[in-house]
T-cell receptor, first 111, second 115 residues
Framework: AQSVTQLGSHVSVSEGALVLLRCNYS??????LFWYVQYPNQGLQLLLK??????LVKGINGFEAEFKKSETSFHLTKPSAHMSDAAEYFC?????????FGAGTRLTVKP | NAGVTQNPKFQVLKTGQSMTLQCAQD?????MYWYRQDPGMGLRLIYY???????DKGEVPNGYNVSRLNKREFSLRLESAAPSQTSVYFC??????????????FGPGTRLTVL
């Protein structure tokens, strides 16, 4: 069965610092992997998606993620954090009709 | 386009009461989903519908029923609400009938409290 583990329920960085949000997955078949962002009191929005075309995936707002099959990881990074990046981030895996989400990582950006 | 809309935005129920959460999408998507979001648990799938006229159970279907009224609308019903159903409920849709690999588009959510 597919599943997702996000390491760290809360990450705090300073404005301008590197953002690294960790995601590990398990799947019996090559998966589709996603990162979604949720701003307060809103639904989820897609940041980026991996579909096996390229291992480094670029998304919106300067975020990118690298698929590493050997490590079963799909970590999300951004070189320089902005105050507007403060939100909750969810990693998700899809290898069947449904999608399984991680528990989420809340990103705080300090001025 | 409004995307995915949900009604109501907030609701308070007493234990044992029933209610229906409404969801509609105007993107001509085939698949629709209902999730619940609880702190520290991410989103868990309650039910989904891969096409008009079909529905299937997800990870946590107990205590819920759904209706795919037409291609646009997918409602979630709580027949006898329980405090354990206090949660934020999200409706989502995706373009394909298989759902596999498709981006899901989410509504703004319904915050439900059961006393």
């Amino acid at each position: 069965a597919q599943s997702v583990t996000q390491l760290g329920s809360h990450v705090s960085v300073s404005e301008g610092a590197l953002v690294l949000l960790r995601c590990n997955y398990s799947s019996s078949v090559p998966p589709y992997l996603f990162w979604y962002v949720q701003y307060p009191n809103q639904g989820l929005q897609l940041l980026l998606k991996y579909t096996s075309a390229a291992t480094l995936v670029k998304g919106i707002n300067g975020f990118e993620a690298e698929f590493k099959k050997s490590e079963t990881s799909f970590h999300l990074t951004k070189p320089s954090a902005h105050m507007s990046d403060a939100a909750e981030y969810f990693c998700a895996v899809s290898d069947l009709i449904d999608m399984r989400f991680g528990a989420g990582t809340r990103l705080t950006v300090k001025p | 386009n409004a995307g995915v809309t949900q009604n109501p935005k907030f609701q308070v129920l007493k234990t044992g009461q029933s209610m229906t959460l409404q969801c509609a999408q105007d993107m001509n998507h085939n698949s629709m989903y209902w999730y619940r979001q609880d702190p520290g648990m991410g989103l868990r799938l309650i039910y989904y519908s891969a096409s008009e006229g079909t529905t299937d159970k997800g990870e946590v279907p107990n205590g819920y029923n759904v209706s795919r009224l037409n291609k646009r609308e997918f409602s979630l019903r709580l027949e006898s609400a329980a405090p354990s159903q206090t949660s934020v409920y999200f409706c989502a849709s995706s373009v394909g009938t298989s759902g596999l690999g498709d981006e899901q588009f989410f509504g703004p959510g319904t915050r439900l409290t059961v006393l």
